[in-house]
């Protein structure tokens, strides 16, 4: 620590140059089924896709540029009841993805 300012990084060679990137996309569709009047049926699927790119420009230590890409379908399905004018109770499912 100098002057009271804390140091940010190290000074010396360059140890490190690259670019990282991260892209996602996450589209769903979404139904709705009517049964009866008080009763609503709500499908979803959404799909999901995430991408990590890394493009190394410090090559003295080899390249170690790379990327990586998931891909996921999540299903949904929700039950509305219908109450009353004013207010509903829901209850919804879903399954989830893991890495």
Known sequence: MQDGQTPLGVQGRLRRDERNR???VDPYVQGER???DRWRLLPRLRGSTVRFE???RYLANGDDSGSVRYRAVTPTLGVVYL???SGSICMAAASRHRR
């Open 83 to 85: 109450r009353s004018a």
């Open 34 to 36: 009517s049964f009866g």
């Open 54 to 56: 890394s493009s190394d």
């Open 22 to 24: 991260v892209a996602s």
